[in-house]
């Protein structure tokens, strides 16, 4: 079974910033596109940004011009890089892909265990 893990959350201050992380692992044929989502306490998950194959990058209206997503390192599938954080940010973070295990095979949406964020003086 495909796993997939966050890493970087952290305590910083508003104005801050800090880059997630997600890694994956078993066994993957393709990544057909990864995204990153959010949940706060007493609020539903919501889409923060995701970077499909063959399109372009989109955001949350909340986090455009602030966040980035990006797949360039090796390590790591798909980072989020975090600008000029807000109180408003604070939630645990977590990574989505859309994976395909096998050669012409179905896709599958799989979620990480969650990472948290929180933005506080």
Known sequence: QVQLVESGGDLVQPGGSLRLSCAASGSIFSIDSMGWY?????????????????????????VRGRFTIS?????????????????EDTAVYYC??????????????????????TVSS
């Open 71 to 87: 797949r360039d390192n090796a390590k790591n599938p798909v980072d989020l890089q975090m600008n000029s954080l807000k109180p």
């Open 38 to 62: 959010r949940q706060a306490p007493g609020n539903e998950r919501e889409l923060v940004a995701v970077i499909p194959s063959g399109g372009s990058t989109n955001y949350a209206d909340s």
């Open 96 to 117: 989505n892909a859309m994976i395909r295990v096998r050669t012409r095979g179905p896709v599958y949406r799989y979620w990480g265990q969650g990472t948290q964020v």
